[in-house]
């Protein structure tokens, strides 16, 4: 599985000139918690991105003014990104060396098609933890079946005790 397969298509993007109130809406409508921030005279090419994080603790906790911010002074201009056909260890290696929890998707041509979460990949690896418990139990329920002596109709039931004083 590659990350292609899912990553949020949907980027959401404000301009470099937007006001944080301007971005902190654009979260609220379109229910994300990171933006692309695109350059203001090349609409298309993304020079930063800005988390729910950043909003809440790098300018709210900070004591900064909100009004009159630009959201393009916020957000973080050092870019990660993984192309669409890498994988999920590939992902996560890449999320550990920038020290974040979003990664840009990117075509081989650099346009970005993407951006996938830490939650994205936590989903998908949980899934899998999941079917692999699964598996195992089925397996145990199984050898359980194939070996439990059987009474009259029933399954006999064994006496279980606790021994006290006993070394």
């Known amino acids: 599985m590659n990350v292609s397969s899912l990553c949020d ?10 006001s ?3 971005a902190a809406v654009a979260m609220r409508e379109h229910h994300v918690g990171a933006l692309a ?3 203001p005279y090349e609409p298309g090419r ?6 729910d994080r950043d909003l809440v603790v790098g300018l709210l906790a900070s004591g900064r003014p909100v009004e ?3 959201i393009g002074d916020l957000c973080q201009t050092e870019l990660a990104a993984v192309p669409a056909t890498a994988s999920l260890d590939e992902a996560v290696q890449a999320m550990r060396r920038a020290g974040v929890r979003r990664l840009l998707v990117t075509q081989a041509d650099g346009a970005i098609t993407g951006l996938v979460s830490l939650d994205d990949l936590l989903e998908v690896v949980a899934g ?7 598996t195992m139990r089925t397996g145990i329920d199984r050898e359980d079946a194939r070996t439990r002596p059987r009474g009259r109709g029933e399954a006999m039931a064994r006496t279980l005790y606790v021994a006290r004083n006993e070394p």
Do not use: F, H, K, N
């Open 68 to 70: 009159g911010q630009a």
């Open 37 to 39: 921030v695109t350059d």
């Open 20 to 22: 944080v109130r301007e």
């Open 128 to 134: 899998e933890l999941g079917a692999l418990a699964g």
């Open 46 to 51: 993304v020079i930063g991105i800005v988390t």
């Open 9 to 18: 298509r949907e980027v959401v993007s404000v301009p470099a000139g937007a």
